[in-house]
């Protein structure tokens, strides 16, 4: 098969269109106690029995650290624009208020060698790994780890500034706020509905107040902000009740992230839902949180159905639905839907990259050495004509990232789930390009 998309795609022209691969730092690097690091909520978390399947853990993961060179001639040879990574800031910050020299060298290192290569660096400053101590005088709940966080991008923005193509404050905030606080399955693994709203307003505080002087540092780059969107769907579109269910799920899981940041409010919907639990804002705050993003990423998977009362053993999903690994269902329709909605609720909406889209997949090595990943390769052709079709319907789309370039630790999961366009064999840390790389290189080569 290829990746096809239509002769008169935008996406095809380098000009309109930014294509480029993920990762993030604790699910690649290894090398977790190296040149001063220290001890992030995920180390912290994978030592604690029972949270990570099968104790795994980020002490060697890819060994990014020390294989990065054939890590980013992987992503030139893959012929794309960019590559999407995250700095540690563990290692950039090992104890309070001091700056440890060796953590910026290796991200200098790291984007010197991007851009020799002609590969745009796009960098998240946070991807769900912080230091411990500020975990052990509250996280996210405590509001200084807000401050904390905009000194932090301060000084990575003034190391690395304009070398950088795009800044993002924060990856995912639902991830490390809703998981991390609310439900307990990612580290600091807390478990407080009040929790978790406090420690979404914290981060996207944080994110506010950084902004400025990222500016300052880095005039020449892109500011923004990733969010993970999985729009809600009525089990039955006839059923009000359902048509409710899904109306609260995208009030609370999209509209909770992103009305905050574009109109300066949390939807009304969560005050009355959450009467004792949601936090109220200082003075102030909603004007930090509000500053102008340049773009907004998007990190996109599935869909969530809803079915109001179900009883717990009922399948919710249709009969023909088809799954990942992840059992995480294939439904490309819903991104393009997504990003209508979006681009129809909020008429000041920045430009959108798609900073993550993937499929995890039991991959393994064949006889004649080769890794034929066929569902990935068809979910990533569905979810690019999804964008496609989205930017013919007025979507002002301007980049796609496939998560990504390779297999890794995949947070609560360990080792057990492959997203990799490359396949790693984690006792060799030997990486082999999957179909799924070979087909996106044929695309890249297809653009003019
Ligand atoms: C996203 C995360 C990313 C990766 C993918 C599969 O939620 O941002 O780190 O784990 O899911």
Known sequence: MKYQLPQDSKMLSKKEFTFGVATAAFQIEGANTKDGRCESIWDRFCA????????????????????????????????????????????????????????????????????????????????????QYLEDNGGWLNRDTAHRFAEYADRVTQVLGDRVASYATFNEPWCAAYLGYRTGMHAPGHQTVAGGFKAIHHILLASGLALPAMRENAPGASHGIVLNFSPGYAYDANDAEDVNAAKEH??????????????????????????????????????????PIDYLGINF????ILKANKPDDFNVFPE????????????????????????????????????????????????????????????????????????KDGVNVRGYFGWSLLDNFEWAAGYSKRFGMTYVDYETQERTPKSSYYLYQELMKERD
């Not at 309070?96 to 851009?115: A, C, I």
């Not at 995208?250 to 509209?255: A, L």
């Not at 998977?301 to 969530?304: A, V």
Request: hydrophobic share 30%.
């Open 320 to 391: 023909d639905a088809e799954f990942t690994d992840f059992d995480w269902e294939i439904y490309p329709d819903s991104l393009r839907y997504l990003l209508n909605d979006l681009n129809n609720t909020y008429p000041n909406l920045p430009p959108i990259i798609i900073t993550e889209n993937g499929a995890a997949c039991a991959d393994s090595i064949d006889e004649s050495g080769k890794c034929h990943d066929d569902q990935r390769c068809r979910y990533y052709n569905s979810h690019l004509n999804a964008v496609d079709g989205a930017i």
């Open 250 to 291: 995208d009030e609370e899981h999209t509209h909770g992230y992103i009305k905050p940041i574009l109109e300066g409010q949390y939807p009304e919907g969560l005050y009355q839902r959450y009467e004792s639990e949601m936090i109220q804002p200082e003075e102030g705050d909603m004007e930090i949180i509000s500053r």
């Open 48 to 131: 604690t029995p029972g949270k990570v399947l099968n104790g795994d853990d980020g002490t060697q993961a890819c060994d990014h650290y020390h294989r990065w060179q054939e890590d980013l001639d992987l992503i030139a040879a893959l012929g794309v624009d960019a590559y999407r990574f995250s700095i540690a800031w563990p290692r950039i910050e090992p104890t309070s208020g001091s700056w440890n020299k060796k953590g910026f060298d290796f991200y200098e290192r790291l984007v010197d060698g991007m851009l020799d290569r002609g590969i745009k660096p796009y960098c998240t400053l946070y991807h769900w790994d912080l230091p």
């Open 301 to 304: 998977y599935n869909r969530t």
